[in-house]
């Protein structure tokens, strides 16, 4: 099936610095993929949806300038929490659609982010 | 809005015993459901989907799940376990008709399947 991969799967950082995280569909073009942040003990929630050549779609409660979202490619979307503070710390996952099939999201392995 | 509850945070199993996992769900639309497992240090992967027509639904790795509407609910189930099926379960439910990544996901089951 469709890959899709994350980079980095774990990442420390200090409290104030930026952190990109990037998503790529390695054998397929995603016009459109989604970043999902959870919790421990908690399910995922959709953050934005990343739309190739246009503005995120962020979701009610998300901040726009806190979590840049760029999908320059048809194969890539990042993620930078800015200005990271320990409560960014978390799970960030995302998902591409291949364009066939509904619900046929092919997600990536996940980047656990910590905050010091 | 939609809502997902998996009843179950932790399913312990034999190998070779079935097992059910529980997904009850809430909306006030038509939804599509769905079930993902992910496996340690890996993606979620899609198991099965319910879009219409059988309730039953079989998905990959001899898992399958029924629709059952009055219930409101999409249980998992598979006969007999191997101890490779040892992961997290997430039950998802999206509506009819809306943007395809919007997925509501319930909190997970993780399925350990002892020897």
Redesign the interface.
Known sequence: ?AV?S?HP?WVICKSGTSVKIECRSLDFQAT???WYRQFP??????MA?SNEGSKATYEQGVEKDKFLINHASLTLSTLTVTSAHPEDSSFY?C?A?SGSG?????????SRLTVL | AQS?TQLD?QVPVFEEAPVELRCNYSSSVSV?L?W?VQYP??????LL?Y?SGSTLVKGINGFEAEFNKSQTSFHLRKPSVHISDTAEY?CAV?EYGG??????????TKLSVKP
Not at chain 2, 41 to 46: D, P, V, W
């Open positions: 099936g899709v994350q799967s459109t993929m989604f003990k908690q399910s995922l929630m959709l949806t996952i998902s659609h509904v619900g046929e999201l092919f997600f990536g392995e996940g | 997902v945070s599509y769905f993902y240090n890996q993606g979620l992967q899609l989907k879009l997430f999206s943007s395809q990544g919007n997925l509501i996901f319930g909190k997970g």
